[in-house]
């Protein structure tokens, strides 16, 4: 079935610091979508991606779509407290449906 | 604009209890989606509806599991009986599928659901 690997599991930067996390899958996505998770909440949508090569931006987050569609990218630049979460990549095959989830990557900031 | 409801935020339950959780979709959405989430497994599709017609429950783990959604504002999962190992969040997210490209799922603040 299909799979996604997500990378790192967890990170502990510094304040301020750039971020990147990624994840790849074994099968061609249509869509790509990066989610944000706060404790005790559901995931929050943060940028989606529709076209290989796609590059978007949301405040100081940006996202990419790989071009081989089997990969996407999220850089966070200049890291701050509030960025502490768990991040989740996510794809569909088809243009609607469910999604494939990764297993997400734990972002720590020290002050 | 309300986002999806969820209720109840907590439920602790003993094994054998019969568990309902619920769901309110955002208003004009069609698909409803139902996941859980452990450490272990992380989200995990358990079930998505499209129309309020269930399109895809390969995810639903056993038949002790079971979801409905009697209309376009509501769905239901229930656990019957419900054992420990049931013990997770369960998210309920909707989307507006169809001709639309953009049809991306919001989640609910889901139901943490502990079976003793």
């Known amino acids: 079935g299909q799979q996604l690997n997500q990378s790192p599991q967890s990170m502990f930067i510094q304040e301020g610091e750039d971020v990147s996390m990624n994840c790849t899958s074994s099968?061609?996505?249509?869509?790509w979508l990066w989610y944000k998770q706060d404790p005790g909440e559901g995931p929050v949508l943060l940028i989606a991606?529709?076209?290989?090569?796609e590059l978007t931006s949301n405040g100081r987050l940006t996202a990419q779509f790989g071009i081989t569609r089997k990969d996407s990218f999220l850089n966070i630049s200049a890291s701050i407290p509030s960025d502490v979460g768990i991040y989740f990549c996510a794809g569909r095959v088809g243009s609607q449906g469910n999604l494939i989830f990764g297993k997400g990557t734990k972002l720590s900031v020290k002050p | 604009d309300a986002g999806v409801i969820q209720s109840p935020r907590h439920e602790v339950t003993e094994m054998g209890q019969e568990v309902t959780l619920r769901c309110k979709p955002i208003s004009g959405h069609n698909s409803l989606f139902w996941y859980r989430q452990t450490m272990m497994r992380g989200l995990e599709l358990l079930i998505y509806?499209?129309?309020?017609?269930?399109?895809?429950d390969s995810g639903m783990p056993e038949d002790r599991f079971s979801a409905k959604m009697p209309n376009a504002s509501f769905s239901t999962l229930k656990i019957q009986p419900s054992e420990p190992r049931d013990s997770a969040v369960y998210f309920c997210?909707?989307?507006?599928?169809?001709?639309?490209?953009?049809?991306?799922?919001?989640f609910g603040p889901g139901t943490r659901l502990t079976v003793l």
């Open positions: 099968s061609i996505f249509n869509t």
């Open positions: 991606l529709y076209k290989a090569g």
């Open positions: 509806f499209n129309n309020n017609v269930p399109i895809d």
């Open positions: 997210a909707s989307s507006l599928a169809g001709q639309l490209l953009y049809n991306e799922q919001f």
